[in-house]
C-alpha cells in the first residue's frame, strides 16, 4: 500500500491529528487501511449530547423540551454497552445528562448565533484542514465573539485549597475546582489546543475574531470561560503542524502498548480493551488490569 500517496493527499484535522499522539497503529487503522470501526459508550453519549444543543441553537427544540427530548433518544444514540467499571457508570451519565438539560439556562435572546456545527476547509501551512466548531456566537451587546464547544468529561473537583485553582461558572458565579489528576490537566491542554485551532479557521474563513473561548463541561453543569490569546493560538498552529510531519516521517506504527512496562500498560487498559475503534480486531491491546 502506498501510505505516503495516501498522508500527501489527506485533508486533516484537529481529531486526525491527535489521535496519532495516543496510538500510531490505531491510526494507521483507521486512516491508511480503513479498518470497521467500533462505537463506545463515551462517543455515544457525547453525539447525543451533541445533538440536543445542536437541535435547540438551531430552534428545533425549546429550552422546556431538552430534558424531555434528551431522555426519549438516550437510547437511540447511546448502543454500545457501557464498560463494565466503575460501577454503575451509565446510570450516572445519564443523570448528569438529565441534570444538565434539566437546569439548562443559557440566554440565547442575548446573542446572535454566528454557525452551528459548521464544517469548513481552511490552509494551515501547505496542509488543507477540516474545521468544525460546536458552536459560535456574538454578544448582542458587547459584540464579543464567542466560540463554544461540549465537552462531557469530568476533569475537575471541588477543592477549597488555594492551590492550582481552575474556576468553572455558572450563570454569574464562579466556583473553585482543581484537576482530578496530571492525566486531567493534559487532556484540558487537549482541548484547548482544539479550540485555538478552530480560532484560526474561523479567522481565516470568515474573518471571525474570537474573543473568548467556552469549554461547556455538561457533566460538571459548569463552563470553563477564557479569553483568547494570540501566543496560545501560534503554540497550537505549530504544534499541528509539527505532528504533521511526524506522522509523515512514521514508518514502524506502532502500538500505543510498544515498550512500556507492567505499570503502563495498566495504565492504558481502559482505553485499549473499552476505547479503542479497533479493540476487537488488535492483538496488542494491553491486558485489563486488575
Known amino acids: 500500500m502506498n501510505y505516503d500517496f495516501i498522508i500527501d493527499n489527506m485533508t486533516w484535522s484537529f481529531s486526525r491529528v491527535s489521535s496519532f499522539e495516543n496510538c500510531a497503529l490505531a491510526w494507521k487503522l483507521n486512516y491508511i487501511e480503513c ?8 462517543a455515544e453519549f457525547g453525539l447525543l449530547v451533541h445533538a440536543a444543543l445542536e437541535k435547540y441553537f438551531r430552534d428545533e427544540l425549546e429550552v422546556y423540551e431538552l430534558a424531555q427530548w434528551y431522555q426519549n433518544n438516550y437510547d437511540k444514540f447511546v448502543k454500545t454497552p457501557v464498560p463494565p467499571f466503575p460501577p454503575n457508570m451509565e446510570e450516572g451519565y445519564f443523570k448528569s445528562g438529565l441534570n444538565y438539560f434539566e437546569n439548562f439556562d443559557f440566554p440565547k435572546h442575548e446573542y446572535e448565533v454566528l454557525g452551528i456545527e459548521d464544517s469548513f476547509d481552511v490552509k494551515i501551512g501547505d496542509y488543507t484542514v477540516v474545521i468544525k466548531p460546536d458552536l459560535f456566537l456574538r454578544h448582542k451587546n458587547t ?5 463554544c464547544d461540549y465537552k462531557s468529561s469530568v476533569l475537575f473537583k471541588p477543592t477549597s485549597s488555594n492551590k492550582n485553582v481552575i474556576y468553572l461558572s455558572k450563570g454569574q458565579r464562579e466556583y473553585p475546582y482543581t484537576f482530578k489528576n496530571k492525566d486531567k490537566r493534559e487532556q484540558l491542554v487537549h482541548y484547548v489546543r482544539q479550540m485555538y485551532l478552530y480560532c484560526y479557521g474561523l479567522k481565516q474563513y470568515y474573518n471571525i475574531d474570537i474573543n473568548e473561548i467556552q469549554l461547556w463541561f ?5 463552563t470553563l470561560l477564557f479569553p483568547y490569546r494570540t501566543e496560545k493560538s501560534k503554540e497550537s498552529i505549530d504544534w499541528f503542524i ?10 514502524d506504527w506502532q502500538p500505543i502498548t510498544f515498550g512500556l512496562d507492567e505499570k503502563q500498560l495498566k495504565k492504558v487498559s481502559y482505553w485499549c480493551n473499552f476505547l479503542c475503534s479497533f479493540r476487537s480486531i488488535c492483538d496488542c491491546k494491553a491486558p485489563i488490569g486488575d
Open 35 to 42: 479498518a470497521d470501526r467500533e462505537n463506545n459508550f463515551f
Open 218 to 222: 455538561v457533566r460538571h453543569n459548569k
Open 143 to 147: 459584540k464579543k465573539n464567542i466560540l
Open 242 to 251: 509539527e505532528e504533521i510531519s511526524l506522522i509523515e516521517k512514521e514508518e
